[in-house]
């Protein structure tokens, strides 16, 4: 028996240039009737910025600007998401269940990995893009992390 796609784990970083991956994503949620998950992952700051804000910004105002920065997050999100869904109303109208938008701190790859075994997801989809000539012979980090230790199916695709 062919393996079911049941859930698909989408690690999208919001990026403008996301279209061709979200209509993958969404056709494939379609097709096989799965319930897709579209996560982001806010990255830790490292130990210099992070002693920085420490420093010179109260915990009150530190709390105030990452909770600013997750629903600055989520309303992208929630925007993005709600744009493909009325462009693609008539394919989507099948959809077992509407997409679910989820935010998770953490190191990107780990925090993508963690999210698609709690939800028992059956695929992950995510972007990759190159920044430079030489880079252009590599894949991101974050998805070179993901496809070499996910138990998961990874499909990267290409963001040029």
Known sequence: MLPK???????????????????????????????????????????????????????????????????????????????????????????????ETVIVNGVPSESIQRLAKEKNADLIIMNSRTHGRISQMIIGSTANKVIHSSTIPVLVVPIK
């Open 5 to 99: 796609i049941n859930t698909i784990v989408y690690a999208c970083d919001l990026d403008g240039k996301t279209q061709a991956a979200m209509e993958l994503v969404l056709s494939l949620a379609n097709t096989h009737g799965a319930k897709v998950i579209l996560m982001h992952a806010i990255e830790p700051l490292n130990a210099q910025a992070s002693n920085m804000m420490n420093n010179y910004i109260s915990e009150d105002i530190r709390e105030t600007m990452r909770k600013d920065a997750i629903k600055d997050i989520k309303a992208r999100m929630e925007r993005l998401l709600a744009e493909f869904m009325e462009k693609y109303s008539a394919e989507l109208s099948s959809l077992a269940t509407p997409p």
